[in-house]
């Protein structure tokens, strides 16, 4: 009977986290101003955050009911009452019903929270370009700057590994565009990236305090792009939650290759704030094409967070 009753227990935490499903709901985006977008995306992301932690739930849940299921099915087999043997069988068979349900409703509440965070961060897009027109040129992903002599990795032609991977690391990337992707990335050689990895350049920070949008700086070229194994420099622009520019912040720049035992090349770093919110970061290079992780820890207003950026050029 116990185990009947942790059963029954189970089951009506159910309704409660259906009801979750609901928030999922997104409302007509408001976009007269910038500061709106932006106020619209703050709170979507912290649903979308609350959608995401209800969903690690209910799975955590469907977890704990496969782990009783074997168990049962342990003590089960020992029975030689017949009658309890027969009541254990039942609530075995009561848990296996439920299971798919839990498993399905923790895929529902995290693709809610996915599908919200998307909205956000395309109200975030919105929002820069209409605060910061004159500085906001780069809509996409970050591109790689075409090059007749592109180099992969740590400025040579050729890197120092088995002869079997030498071709795989010095051919040039291809242009591949995924199924679940809407946009085209360069196919990476020796890196696995995610199916479903975020290349935007519309960030929020770790723990929505600030919003975030990088850009290369890019004298006389009608798109921004991103040139292999050559210093540049960056726009890094920052907003709080309600899309007011961060004057006056402390900003450190990092950046590694997952897959790679090195970083950049250089030491990046804030160098002027060009206009309210408008940061210009100097000495960027990147040496090998591929999966870039980039992140900027950001400490402003009694606040200190991370905006983390994924590139693939």
Known sequence: MKHIAQVFLLLTLMPGIAAAEDVAQAPAPETETSNLSMQVASRLLTEAQDLEQNSVNVLRNASHIRKQVNEMRVVERSLKDKKQKESFGQSIDMLNSQLELWQKQGADLRESS????????????????????????????????????QMLA?????????????????????TVKPDSMSLEIPAMTGQQAPADLDIRTFQASRDLNFFAHIEPITEGSPEPLTPLNEIHKWNFLLSDMNGEPITDAKIEFSGHMPGHVHGLPTQPRITAESAPGVYKVDGVKFQMAGWWVIQFDITAHGKSDTIVFNLVL
Do not use: C
């Open 154 to 174: 740590h400025n040579t032609q050729i890197r120092s590994v088995h002869p079997s991977m030498l071709n795989r690391m010095t051919a040039t990337p291809e």
């Open 114 to 149: 996915s599908n919200l965070k998307n909205y956000a961060l395309a109200l975030i897009e919105e929002g820069f370009i209409l605060q910061w027109s004159d500085w906001v040129k780069l809509t996409g992903p970050m591109r790689l700057q075409s090059s007749h002599n």
